[in-house]
């Protein structure tokens, strides 16, 4: 399974995700972020490669459909209401990602 996580960025949030969980067996993992200065800028390829996304505030689910409607019929966007409040691979970030993201994708 292919899973994209999304932020503003792409520094800490998303960042953090693809990181933590690209080790897991069965899933590949990138991320991207919704803002013209995000280090990887999410693009149709990030769309039409994801099985499911990842967002983390819901003005990143709206970005995503503002700019990709086509793309987005058919796949499944998940809200993770992670604020923008935390560094890169921060301990607690680490435990709410591994938390919400649990709740849709088989966790070890």
């Given at each position: 399974?292919?899973?994209?996580?999304?932020?503003?960025?792409?520094?800490?949030?998303?960042?953090?995700?693809?990181?933590?969980?690209?080790?897991?067996?069965?899933?590949?993992?990138?991320?991207?972020?919704?803002?013209?200065?995000?280090?990887?800028?999410?693009?149709?390829?990030?769309?039409?490669?994801?099985?499911?996304?990842?967002?983390?505030?819901?003005?990143?689910?709206?970005?995503?459909?503002e700019?990709?409607?086509?793309?987005?019929?058919?796949?499944?966007?998940?809200?993770?209401?992670?604020?923008?409040?935390?560094?890169?691979?921060?301990?607690e970030?680490?435990?709410?990602?591994?938390?919400?993201?649990?709740?849709?994708?088989?966790?070890?």
């Amino acid at each position: 399974m292919k899973l994209l996580f999304v932020c503003s960025r792409n520094k800490w949030r998303s960042l953090t995700a693809e990181h933590i969980l690209n080790a897991l067996e069965g899933y590949q993992v990138r991320s991207a972020g919704t803002e013209d200065a995000a280090r990887i800028k999410v693009d149709e390829g990030h769309i039409g490669w994801a099985d499911l996304i990842f967002a983390m505030e819901k003005k990143h689910v709206r970005r995503l459909q503002e700019k990709f409607p086509h793309m987005l019929q058919g796949k499944r966007i998940v809200c993770l209401g992670i604020p923008d409040e935390y560094g890169y691979m921060d301990e607690e970030l680490i435990e709410t990602l591994r938390s919400g993201v649990s709740e849709y994708i088989e966790m070890p």
